[in-house]
């Protein structure tokens, strides 16, 4: 009950965090390009949404799961949501999508519960679109 109450508050802030950043913000733009070109070029996964969309996701993603989120840098968190997008435009099934979200985020031996997962892909089918 208490990892669903963490999903649904992350899901409320990402929806929050992506309304509030929907202006156009040159300066910050060209200084997040040069940061999110570098993690870019540290990962082998293809970048499939922008810079914004993932680092909304990461924040989400660290205060939502910590377990999951521990030890790992931004740019793997960040590949869970591109392989999710990857999944999602290549029409894989929401049940195929979310057993994919179990391998992409598992950290060691702490395993993604299936309510985890779902909570992830509702996070990211916001981001991905």
Do not use: H
Not at 33 to 51: N, Q
């Amino acid at each position: 009950m208490r990892r669903t109450s963490a999903a649904l508050a992350a899901s409320a802030s990402v929806f929050a965090l992506l309304l509030a950043g929907c202006n156009d913000d040159t300066a910050t733009s060209s200084a997040a390009a040069g940061t999110s070109a570098s993690a870019a070029a540290a990962s082998s996964v293809a970048r499939v949404v922008d810079g914004a969309k993932a680092g909304t996701f990461v924040v989400s993603f660290k205060s939502a799961f910590p377990k999951l989120a521990q030890g790992k840098s931004d740019v793997q968190i960040s590949d869970i949501l591109n392989q999710t997008c990857a999944d999602l435009k290549s029409g894989k099934a929401e049940d195929a999508v979310i057993s994919g979200i179990s391998s992409y985020a598992k950290n060691g031996s702490t395993e993604v519960t299936r309510e985890e997962a779902a909570a992830i892909y509702q996070m990211a089918k916001l981001m991905c679109g």
